[in-house]
């Protein structure tokens, strides 16, 4: 059956099966190409009568991940201009108000898409939250950094998504007033950094942070990927010249300059700059209640599909101690803890704790709201990935049907049901059903059979990092 509901724009036409509505690909501003392109996120036309709303939008200019990973994190690939779009599903659009959730998904800010299927926001519908999910423009086009653009187009993008959600939200069932952000990966360093962006100040009430702590770099760092690109495409690092090119070009010349890089390894990418406008470079302390985590293994779907775990030796883990200025101390303390381990696999743990572990702990403990802190550590079978980056998304969805490429065949229900409630519950109440942080260190861990709160663990480790 189909259902009709009206925005500030105009009317969307959207569907509803199973109780619950579906609308797909409503534009939140206007295509971002030909004159927009490279400039902030323009307001959409109204439109007359009603626009249908039955399937996913465009979505950002992108290549798909390199192999293995393209397997395990299958890309969807929309073609079209626009791709400012996001996707409404609800239990009851003449209802509420509900609870609202405001998906952002992950990808090195280079890749993924709402469109994804483990992104369907059918569960949280059916339990009573309505649940948005956003498109913003990735890679050059939304992160670049030129001398004649604006900074964090891809975040001004999400800005824009969030403000549709505040006017029009009410017209599906949500409480403009209970939104709740949520993302993954870039998705939650993006959310870090809109939870001090005063461009962003009222738009949600509450975050949740996946496996991706606060980071920012400065401007003249994040341009030297764009000096890089401009230099294989023989023009100038101007988004003029930029603007110039075809799509296509530019994605081949991105992907030969960033494409072997990854969160744990490193390499040149694409990051949120400070810019003195959308991202201060003194930052307040953020005010709204945070849910923040990571897994246990995250460094492991980079390090083992692909067999760098392997390809790590003894010398290769002192030459990174040495290049990352790590204490030995620190790498025997590590080795210690695990004994037998490759030396690839000391290095992946380490990185996690460097990169997002100790991280998340330490905005924990600087922040005087509320903050609930958890670790996913349900290891998957998969190639042993274990409890690697991205696994819990099936779970916090309560979409194993659509995660089996991570978490393989008859991954546990239970697991994926107390997950899928606290996130409910904390985008209903502020209160996922533990202990807020404290000196304590309260971590949830989320395993099957066995979800309790551990107290502080592997503090001895992470304090070794200060």
Known sequence: ????????RGKVRGRVRDRIATFLGIPYAAAPFGTHRFRAPAPVEPWEGVRDALEYG?????????PPLDQLIPDMNIPGDECLNLNVWTPDPGGGPLPVMVW??????????????????????????????VNYRLGVEGFGVFP????????????????????????????????TVCGESAGAISIAALTTS????????????????????PRSRGAKTVRAMAKALHVPATAQAFAALDRERLLDVQTEVVGKADPISGGPGFDIVVDDDVVPADPPVPTADLLLGCNREEYRLWFVPGGAVDRVSALTLRLALLKFRIPGRVARLYRAARPGAKPGVILGEMAT??????????????????????EFAWPSPVLELGACHALEIAFVFDNLRHGEALTGPGAPQPLADVMHRSW???????????????ARRPVMVFDHPGTAVTLAPRQEELEAWL
Do not use: K
């Not at 409910?424 to 404290?438: Q, V």
């Open 148 to 179: 004649d653009a604006p900074d964090n187009r891809g975040l001004l993008d999400q800005i824009a998504a969030l403000t549709w959600v505040r006017d029009n939200i009410a017209a599906f069932g949500g409480d403009p007033g209970n939104v």
């Open 353 to 374: 704790d460097l990169l997002l572990r100790g991280p998340l702990n330490r905005l924990a403990d600087s922040r005087p709201a509320r903050t609930y802190v958890y």
């Open 424 to 438: 409910i519950a904390f985008a209903a109440t502020g209160d996922p059903g533990w202990e807020a942080w404290d």
């Open 58 to 66: 465009p979505t950002a200019p992108q290549r798909p991940y390199r």
């Open 1 to 8: 059956m189909d259902i009709i509901a009206t925005t500030c």
């Open 104 to 133: 952002i998904h992950g990808g090195s800010l280079r890749n993924g898409s709402a469109a994804m299927p483990l992104y369907d926001g059918e569960a949280f519908a059916r339990d009573g939250v309505v649940l948005v999910s």
């Open 198 to 217: 005063p461009r962003a100040a009222g738009l949600f009430h509450r975050a949740v942070l996946q496996s991706g702590p606060p980071h920012t770099v």
